[in-house]
């Protein structure tokens, strides 16, 4: 009998940062944190807790996931760092993902504020970087938005509906189950989207 995948699961590019450890389809363990200027003092803490709640070692696992961008630059540093470090140190392969892709659901678009003039958008499964003067074409086709972080874009884009949602760790999962996309630590590299 084939035991299921197991996995270290993280992303820490904006306000909604996780951890998650997975087994096959199930969500074994969870840790939630703030996003901003203390993320890279609490994240190894909690990767600790994580594996001390579960368990498990670094050696457990079949592979790291670690979502790649766009966000926090300082963010995108940490968790990218951490994913490589551990890759790096045991010989687990990783998988990256873009980072919005947990809040998405389907016919949805998922916004971010990029803070250089422009919004991150996804709508299918890589995001952009549109301007503002571009964003109402883009988002033309699309009645749900949705974002991680709604404070900024209620404050930029006051005339959109935007709802607040949390990432979908299950969802998130079930298609990095299905990603067979390794690469080594010295592949993952941040994306980080600019104004054309």
Do not use: W
Not at 96 to 119: E, K
Not at 137 to 152: F, G, N
């Amino acid at each position: 009998m084939i035991s299921p995948m197991k996995s270290i699961n993280f992303d820490t590019s904006n306000n909604q940062s996780y951890l998650f450890i997975a087994e096959g389809s199930e969500i074994v363990a969870s840790i939630f944190l703030d996003g901003g200027k203390g993320l890279s003092k609490e994240f190894a803490p909690a990767l600790k807790n994580l594996f001390d709640k579960t368990d498990t070692k670094i050696a457990d696992f079949d592979y790291i996931a670690c979502g790649y961008g766009p966000g926090s630059y300082t963010g995108l540093r940490v968790g990218i760092t951490f994913a490589k470090t551990l890759s790096y140190a045991s010989g687990v392969p990783l998988l990256g993902f873009p980072s919005l892709t947990p809040f998405q659901t389907s016919g949805s678009a998922v916004l971010l504020d990029a803070r250089s003039g422009g919004i991150y958008v996804q709508k299918d499964d890589l995001p952009k970087l549109v301007s503002l003067t571009d964003l109402k074409r883009e988002l033309s086709d699309t009645q749900i938005l949705l974002t991680p972080d709604l404070k900024p874009l209620k404050e930029r884009l006051p005339h959109l509906t935007i709802q607040e949602t949390n990432p979908n760790l299950a969802l998130l999962n079930q298609k990095l189950q299905l990603q067979k996309d390794y690469r080594s630590h010295f592949e993952l590299k941040p994306l980080y989207l600019r104004t054309p």
